[in-house]
């Protein structure tokens, strides 16, 4: 008996803990006291990191500084594809780039070879 009581006050301990570090995460967002899952107006600093990652405002300015690592001026990439389209672009690269890596190897081991 007194192991469950123990069990259940641990159990609520930590989802204290957890409670509190996720409403400190929300609230340096700005997005707690909100009822929508979704804002409708969104901070300066969340629309440009929002737009840079989209690839939008082409500008550079605030939206490539929003993003750590940001230079100012710098233009972000324009995404022109779907996601599957992308997924499949990068899998060619990377097929592509392993081709070229393995004939070069081969070229390689033939020139080292008398």
Not at 18 to 31: D, I, M, R
Not at 42 to 66: F, H, W, Y
């Amino acid at each position: 008996m007194l192991r469950a009581i123990f069990g259940l006050v641990g159990l609520l301990i930590v989802l204290a803990i957890v409670s509190k570090l996720g409403s400190t995460q929300l609230s340096a967002l700005g997005l707690t006291g909100r009822t929508a899952t979704r804002a409708v107006e969104q901070g300066a600093e969340t629309k440009a990191v929002t737009d840079a990652v989209m690839g939008r405002g082409g500008t550079g300015g605030a939206a490539t500084i929003a993003v750590p690592g940001g230079v100012p001026g710098a233009t972000p990439a324009v995404v022109e594809a779907t996601v599957p389209m992308q997924a499949q672009a990068i899998q060619n690269n990377v097929r592509d780039a392993t081709n070229a890596a393995l004939q070069k190897g081969a070229e390689r081991n033939n020139q080292a070879q008398p």
